[in-house]
């Protein structure tokens, strides 16, 4: 009885133990031209969340694989300038205000080399309202009323410590605020080289280089640029009534320089559709430690949209294990995320694995789709499913085989 009792508390051990791991997969796309970059990043995003719905498989990101280095520069000055700004409150809480000025000065003066650091707009904001503070002590308004501009821009609800500033100054941001210049917007252009890289704009997300904001508030703006396989970029913009641009090159880590100098024989690979082992795929999956891959190319057509060639390829024997093409025209309600989703659920359903969750796959469509259970995860087979047409290229919405 004791023996049977102890099998039983043994059994769960045993059976977690005997348990596959995971195998390591990573959706990887390679842009054909400039114009397919930044959609190709977002394509790459997508596929990658929806491998995350495969319970068998663990999805290493491009960031995983490539890093998305901090910039160590912008650290240090970032840390500079939270001490500064610290001592430049104790400073004007003193009285100390030509002391104070001259500390907040050097304050800002840090933060301008800080920005690829910071996720808020602190102390920028801080230090602008201290040394508006100062000017506005000592009777420079106008000046004072400048930084002002520049704060709302940054953080229209940015909220004035009444223990630490006075009535006055608290009030001469209110004018500021119903003033006509705080209502002046200007247009922002943002871009990257490689172009796709994520930009955030006073810490919100506003999408992919190359990005046009129409309406930006006039004055400063925290501008931080990412790409995966590349040092994070930051910059204060100045935003004016006439046109804007920030652009950016981005300096690539060691690891992405080795994936890149592989691509143009994976290229072969991954173009020729054939029942040889894909001996460049191979190299590339065992260097960035993955045991499958989703690995396609994204190209522009003229007058037709977006084509997207992908392979699920197995590293380990170089099979290539399924295969889809289609052409995309624009993401105007959404849709991109869901076609990527489609896609990858296509793709892995001709292995047999099961999706561990599901959403609503009406949710964001514009239309009526063909989403079969399959679509979602389960387990009728890809090449089950009746072709409509000869020509991958005929269906300008739907993935074929290539």
């Not at 304050?107 to 309202?129: I, Q, R």
């Not at 309406?215 to 994070?232: C, D, N, S, T, Y």
């Not at 889809?324 to 296509?346: A, C, F, I, S, W």
Request: glycine content about 8%.
């Amino acid at each position: 009885m004791k023996a049977l009792s102890l099998a039983l508390v043994l059994l769960p051990a045993v059976a977690l133990s005997s348990s596959p791991n995971p195998g390591r997969i990573s959706a990887l796309l390679i842009p054909m031209d400039p114009s397919s970059e930044s959609s190709g990043v977002q394509m790459e995003s997508y596929m990658n969340d929806a491998l995350g719905n495969f319970a068998n498989y663990s999805v290493r990101k491009p960031k995983d694989l490539f890093g998305l280095p901090d910039d160590a520069a912008a650290q240090a000055s970032f840390q500079r300038a939270k001490k500064g700004f610290e001592e430049s409150v104790k400073a004007f809480e003193a009285r100390e205000y030509e002391d104070a000025e001259r500390k907040v000065r050097a304050t800002l003066k840090e933060v301008e080399g800080s920005v690829a650091a910071m996720h808020s707009c602190f102390p920028l904001c801080d230090a602008l309202a201290l040394h508006g503070a100062i000017l506005q002590l000592r009777g420079d308004v106008e000046e004072a009323k400048l930084l002002l501009i520049d704060l709302m821009a940054l953080n229209p609800t940015f909220e004035l410590n009444p223990k630490r500033f006075s009535r006055d100054f608290i009030g001469l941001r209110v004018q500021v605020a119903t003033s006509r210049t705080s209502q002046l917007r200007g247009t922002a252009t943002f871009k990257s080289r490689p172009a796709g890289a994520r930009v955030y704009v006073d810490g919100e997300a506003v999408g992919y280089t190359p990005v046009t904001l129409p309406a930006l508030p006039v004055g400063k703006h925290l501008v931080r640029m990412e790409r995966p396989g590349f040092r994070q970029f930051g910059q204060i913009a100045e935003v004016t009534p006439d046109d804007t641009e920030v652009s950016a090159a981005l300096v690539p880590t060691a690891t992405y320089k080795a994936y890149d100098v592989q691509l143009d024989k994976v290229l072969g690979d991954v173009s020729r559709p054939s029942d040889k082992p894909a001996n460049a795929v191979v190299a590339l999956g065992k260097s960035l430690g993955l045991d499958r891959t989703l690995l396609g190319t994204v190209r522009v057509i003229p007058e037709k949209g977006t084509e997207l060639a992908v392979g699920l390829f197995d590293v380990k024997s170089g099979k290539r294990l399924g295969s889809r093409r289609l052409v995309l025209q624009g993401d105007e309600y959404g849709q991109l995320k869901l076609e990527m989703e489609r896609v990858v659920n296509q793709l892995i359903n001709t292995e047999g694995e099961k999706v561990i969750r599901a959403k609503d796959p009406l949710e964001g469509r514009s239309g009526a789709e063909d989403w079969s259970s399959e679509d979602r995860g389960g387990q009728q087979k890809q090449s089950e499913k009746k072709r409509s047409t000869d020509d991958p290229l005929d269906s300008m919405s739907g993935t074929e085989d290539w």
